[in-house]
């Protein structure tokens, strides 16, 4: 008998995954006394992760608990790194389903759960944080049991075991009124109710279901091994996913995951994960094979992309100015470096040879690659994002997601209205204590931008979640964003005297004294209409004083926009430039004139 088990944590965003992983890792002694990990999360290595508090890279690590060895893979929760989550899952051979106490299943829950039982893999659920006051672990239990029967889970799959407990505070038991020391009871039921992976006789097969890169040693193929064994040094094949192409190679290492390290082995066995160097040219998909006798696996079906935007070279009077990489090669070349691993994106050419139009998830998928981009030396300019629309059966359809907020009961009101004002429609509304859970669907496209405006109007207290359910027909037009820009006039430092004279005309996005240049957005006007200022008008001085002309200046703080803040905000005529130290808007064509007559020559085209 083989005691190694394979398993995946899934669950919702910030549902706790990373950290009952940690605890886990803890438990299995991974650590010396010495080396005692404090506050950070283990596996959150990546500085976007660290930051956002969430998961973006599924990662692998492994312990041992009562001679058996368990393989962990943590899992993203959100639905714009389903690429990532529907992987990994093929390594995995059974699922922890992490549900929060209170919150319940969420639309992320539903996501990976339903990708997991699409597999037929065995799941344990975990109610999480019981610690929380208005905790409600018996009632979410049933959720989960209604939630697998309506995503038609086997009678197998429904006969799950149920573990309680607080990751924080480190314990997990069978009953959540009895508190434990430590999550024995977890590590129990991995044991017992997780199969072990199945050891196949024959010649060699694995996926390569995810892949890291070394600067020492190049890129490295990460799978597991569904049939026979690998040893290190063999020839084998390397079978493309368009299942045509094979390519004859070489075993160079072999690793498998010993805690938080990858070990050298000479030898594999079948339902192992394990990393292999020396394979050139692989993507994600390819299966590695037999050298005489290659059999290729079916490739993994990844979700298609529902949202598209253009990437192109920072052309503004500012570029180059603190970035590194500013070339359209350079861009070129790391666009095609990030498709190698992030299964969800696409790349195609643009209008023009220094732009590229990529295709993601969501906004949030796109922005943590800009965000990357950004932190690496990268400058580059950023359109507006826009949903795919596709065409089935002669009709034009496009992407609607399912929308869950959690909001107080005296802002809900406001909450459907803002919905429903851009096509949502209200499916379901519960009370939980004093908050109000409020289910729609809605069309991608009304999601631009409505997570900024719902939680001004919620003073900060709303939940949001959604998830891509699937192409419906289009839902006509939706109003967005209302008010014009304010667009600097002149290129120069701006003065608070300037600025202060012209807060009728709008909300500012900058500083007195920062530099901007003509063209650039600076801030949010009154009207519908772009209104163009000069913010780079000092007062004239004299040597006469006068009561009343030397007041003190009053001026409202700016407002400071987060990447996807910005991304959501900016209109179709508009572009977000992003170098390593700056964020800014700006109008795509600078000039007011060339402006003018572009709208005019638009809008005679269109009469």
Known sequence: MRKLRNIAIIA??????????????????????????????????????????????????????????????????????????ERVLNMADGVLLLVDAFEGTMPQTRFVLQKALGLGKKAIV??????????????????????????????????????????????MSTDWKNKTEDITALLDAIIEDIPEPEATEGTPQMMITSLEYSSYIGRIAIGKLTRGKLKSGMPVTLCKRDGVTQIKSRI????????????????????????????????IGDTIADFENPE????????????????????????????????????????????EKNLALRVEPGLSA?????????????????????????????????????????????????????????????AIEMVTKRKGVLNNMETRDD??????????????????NLLTASAGEAIIAHRLKGFEPYKGDIEMRINGSLIAMETGDTFAYAINKLQDRGKFFIEPGETVYAGQVIG??????????????????????????????????????????????????????VTP????????????????????????VED
Not at 30 to 53: A, H, M, T, V
Request: charged share 35%; proline share 4%; aromatic share 6%.
């Open 252 to 283: 160079k290492d072999l690793m498998l995951f010993e805690g938080l390290e990858k070990q050298k082995v000479e030898e594999v066995e079948a339902g192992e994960i394990c990393a292999i160097v020396g394979i050139e040219g692989f993507e």
């Open 126 to 171: 975990v109610v999480n944080k019981v610690d929380k006051p208005n905790c409600r672990p018996d009632e979410v239990q049933e959720e989960v049991f209604d939630l697998m029967f309506s995503l038609g889970a086997s009678e197998e799959q429904l006969d799950f075991k149920t573990i309680y407990g607080s990751a924080k505070q480190g314990w």
């Open 435 to 452: 908050r109000v859970h409020l289910d729609f669907d809605i069309p991608s496209r009304g999601i631009i931008g409505l997570r900024s």
């Open 12 to 85: 919702h965003v910030d549902h706790g995954k990373t950290t009952l992983v940690d605890k886990m890792i803890l438990q299995g002694k991974q650590f010396r006394e010495n080396e005692k990990q404090s506050g950070d999360l283990i596996l959150d290595n990546n500085d976007q992760e660290r930051e956002r508090g969430i998961t973006i890279l599924a990662k692998n690590v492994s312990v041992h608990y009562k001679d058996y060895k368990i393989n962990i893979i943590d899992t993203p929760g959100h639905s714009d790194f389903g690429g990532e989550v």
């Open 524 to 577: 949010e006007s009154t009207r519908p209409d772009d209104i163009v200022i000069n913010v780079c008008k000092s007062k004239k001085l004299t040597n006469m004083r006068a009561s009343g002309s030397d007041d003190k200046v009053n001026i409202a703080p700016p407002i400071k926009f987060s990447l996807e803040e910005a991304l959501e905000y900016i209109q179709e005529d508009e572009y977000v430039e």
């Open 354 to 414: 220094d732009s590229f139009i990529v295709y993601g998830r969501g906004v949030l998928h796109l922005s943590v690659l800009i965000e990357t981009m950004r932190r690496e030396g990268y400058e580059l300019q950023v359109g507006q994002p826009k949903v795919i629309i596709k065409e089935i059966d002669g009709q034009k359809c496009e992407p609607i997601e399912e929308l869950t907020i959690d909001i107080p009961e005296e802002f809900s009101g406001k």
């Open 296 to 339: 290729a696996l079916t490739p993994i079906a990844i979700d298609e992309p529902t949202m598209s935007m253009l990437f192109t070279i920072n052309n503004s009077p500012f570029f180059g100015k603190d970035g590194k990489y500013v070339t359209s090669r350079h861009i070129k070349e790391r666009l095609d470096r990030e498709l």
């Open 581 to 604: 130290h700056s964020m800014r808007l700006r109008k795509i064509i600078l000039d007011e004139t060339e402006r003018k007559r572009q709208s005019k020559r638009i809008t005679s």
